[in-house]
């Protein structure tokens, strides 16, 4: 886990903090499922690209171009 650092808006600040003591959390845990929630997604559909991206690299002979993959599947775009 990497360490960060953040400026809020005060009354954004005072209202983290409130709902973190209502959920008996830490107001970085409050953040960190904000932030898994919003962006989750997002960061898994970048790490994805980037493995793809290295695989490729590593072997670009395991890989068909587009054409040939619409010649294969008969596909006419």
């Known amino acids: 886990m990497k360490r ?3 400026y809020l808006p005060d009354e954004t600040h005072q209202g983290l903090r409130k709902l973190a003591f209502e959920a008996n959390t830490s107001l970085a ?3 960190r ?5 919003v962006y989750g997604e997002d960061i898994e559909d970048i790490r994805d690209m980037e493995e793809a991206i290295a695989e490729y690299k590593a072997h670009p002979e395991s890989f068909v171009s587009l054409d040939e993959l619409r010649r294969r599947k008969k ?3």
């Open 4 to 6: 960060t650092m953040i």
């Open 29 to 31: 845990e409050l953040i």
């Open 33 to 37: 499922k904000a932030v898994q929630a």
């Open 75 to 77: 596909v006419n775009v």
